[in-house]
């Protein structure tokens, strides 16, 4: 009983320490400094696609203590609620899901008028079709285009709507 019995006897000091790490340093990080961090280092790169998904956290992370702000008194009763946060935020903020930009790619962008953005130097065309592509293709576009220009992928565009008219 000697490793169990010291464990129940320290519990209470034991969920005191992991309520804290919880509150004041898990939570802030996954919620607040990695997307900071992350928000800095996309507003560096020359690409707009990741301010896109940096942006739309912002927007949901906003939302998300609107409604905690709104319906604080029901969710006071609800102890889970602190958790669920935590992992709608992970989902939103995690490289390996994306969120966010699935958010946008799948609920908001349909709302919004796309080609009235974008670079100025896209013609209508490689506009219309960035705007039919992936969150994940249009990254790989822009890194294309961003290195060879937007004539070669005018090409691009030309060389695929001749072999679609071929058959």
Known sequence: MGVLGTVARNLDTIVGITAFLFGFIIRPGAMLLYPLYASMRAIES??????????????????????????????????????????????LVLPMFNGAAYIYENYVRRYINVTSYGANDYTMKNKKAIQMMSFDARKAVERYIDRHGPQAFEKVISAAEREANKH
């Open 46 to 91: 020359p690409s707009t696609l990741d301010d896109q998904q940096w942006l739309t956290y912002w927007v949901l992370y906003s939302f998300i203590t609107l409604f905690e702000l709104s319906f604080h008194k029901v969710l006071s009763w609800l102890p889970f609620w602190p958790y669920m946060k935590l992992v709608i935020c992970m989902w």
